[in-house]
């Protein structure tokens, strides 16, 4: 939920510069970390376990440009890649074959989550971070659903 949180975040920044379509990338990536979340929500359930919610700590939002956005989404991306090897790690160790099992499908998921702002970043600095290239990328990202 913290990384809803954080593009929410990125979002309105990206809004706040006009640039709609790279606000629309991280409005979809908002929409798909509250799916990611409430899958684990449901996973835990159906095993027996209770959800307690907590408070989520603000993101940093003192974001610069449009690139630093995606160098920022790729850190934490990152971040959220290594805690779920944490996880498949500890499922081996505890022999829990369904939770390695259901992870599985977000260690597959974590390669898109890098690579998508990866391939971003590769084209910003093939075609510039400011000017026509970045308003024809911002088109390109205005398409995603």
């Known amino acids: 939920l913290y990384s809803a949180y954080l593009y929410t975040g990125m979002a309105a920044y990206a809004a706040s510069l006009s640039l709609n379509g790279v606000a629309n990338w991280f409005k979809i990536q908002t929409k798909e970390e509250i799916e990611h979340a409430t899958k684990f929500m449901h996973y835990i359930t159906e095993q027996g376990g209770k959800i307690v919610l907590k408070a989520i700590d603000a993101p940093d939002q003192k974001f610069t440009s449009v690139a630093g956005?995606?160098?920022?989404?790729?850190?934490?991306?990152?971040?959220?890649?290594?805690?779920?090897?944490?996880?498949?790690?500890?499922?081996?160790?505890?022999?829990?074959?369904?939770?390695?099992?259901?992870?599985?499908?977000?260690?597959?998921?974590?390669?898109?989550?890098?690579?998508?702002?990866?391939?971003?970043?590769?084209?910003?600095?093939?075609?510039?971070?400011?000017?026509?290239?970045?308003?024809?990328?911002?088109?390109?990202?205005?398409?995603?659903?």
Request: avoid cysteine; charged fraction near 25%.
């Open 69 to 145: 956005l995606f160098e920022e989404t790729l850190k934490h991306e990152k971040v959220v890649t290594a805690s779920i090897q944490s996880l498949v790690a500890l499922a081996k160790k505890d022999g829990d074959v369904a939770t390695e099992i259901f992870l599985q499908w977000y260690v597959t998921e974590q390669v898109e989550e890098e690579a998508n702002p990866t391939e971003i970043l590769q084209k910003l600095a093939i075609g510039g971070k400011t000017g026509s290239s970045l308003l024809i990328l911002d088109g390109i990202l205005g398409q995603r659903k």
